[in-house]
């Protein structure tokens, strides 16, 4: 089993939608969470950094952390088509400069 | 601000050989890890260094080392490259081990 499970997606929404992608881990050591956006043949894009358990919220975006669940969250809200790519989820026991742990990626399209 | 660079962009190399790729990192930081991306197994952690000492290592044969310089620029070197080496390698730098950590756009290397 995996520390990381991500659902592979690929996930198809219409423009304007509220997309939720999700991520389960089992290292109850993660401390830090991380997402990021992956367009094709780029690096990934850091979206999101948060700490321990709660919201965040950043514009089109918000980040949810549940420590006891060991489940982690990404709403984007108003999706656009520019918002098709792949999103990853990433922890860490100590923070982002230290070993990443990532799931499998979710590819995302959101259509016209 | 510059992001982080890497060079090359894209290699082509043929099974035996040896490869070294390079990593300049936001200008300030100092904590510099590199990760192999791969259709099969997603991102990989293979190892992390902070002020020109590994701090840390993932599951990869001795084939792969790297090393960091006194201006926080890492390299990696791959030897005796096998054709499953064929990858996407990222290299990401965080000011330090417990801040975000952002990638560059990585270095496309295929063994034939």
């Known amino acids: 089993q995996k520390e990381v499970e991500q659902d592979p997606g690929p996930l198809s929404v219409p423009e304007g939608a509220i997309v939720s992608l999700n991520c389960t881990y089992s290292n109850s050591a993660f401390q830090y969470f991380m997402w990021y956006r992956q367009y094709s043949r780029k690096g990934p894009e850091l979206l999101m950094y948060?700490?321990?358990?709660g919201n965040k919220e950043d514009g089109r975006f918000t980040a949810q952390v549940d420590k006891s669940s060991k489940y982690i969250s990404l709403f984007i809200r108003d999706s656009q088509p520019s918002d098709s790519a792949t999103y990853l989820c990433a922890m860490s026991e100590t923070g982002g400069g230290n070993k990443l742990t990532f799931g499998t990626g979710t590819q995302l399209k959101v259509e016209l | 601000k510059a992001g982080v660079t890497q060079t090359p962009r894209y290699l082509i190399k043929t099974r035996g050989q040896q490869v070294t790729l390079s990593c300049s990192p936001i200008s300030g930081h100092r904590s510099v890890s590199w990760y192999q991306q791969t259709p099969g197994q997603g991102l990989q952690f293979l190892f992390e260094?902070?002020?020109?000492?590994?701090?840390n290592k993932g599951n990869f044969p001795g084939r792969f080392s790297g090393r960091q310089f006194s201006n926080s620029r890492s390299e990696m070197n791959v030897s005796t490259l096998e054709l499953g080496d064929s990858a996407l390698y990222l290299c990401?730098?965080?000011?330090?081990?417990?801040?975000?950590?952002?990638f560059g756009q990585g270095t496309r290397l295929t063994v034939v």
């Open positions: 948060t700490y321990s358990s």
């Open positions: 990401a730098s965080s000011l330090d081990r417990s801040t975000e950590a952002f």
């Open positions: 260094y902070f002020s020109e000492t590994q701090r």
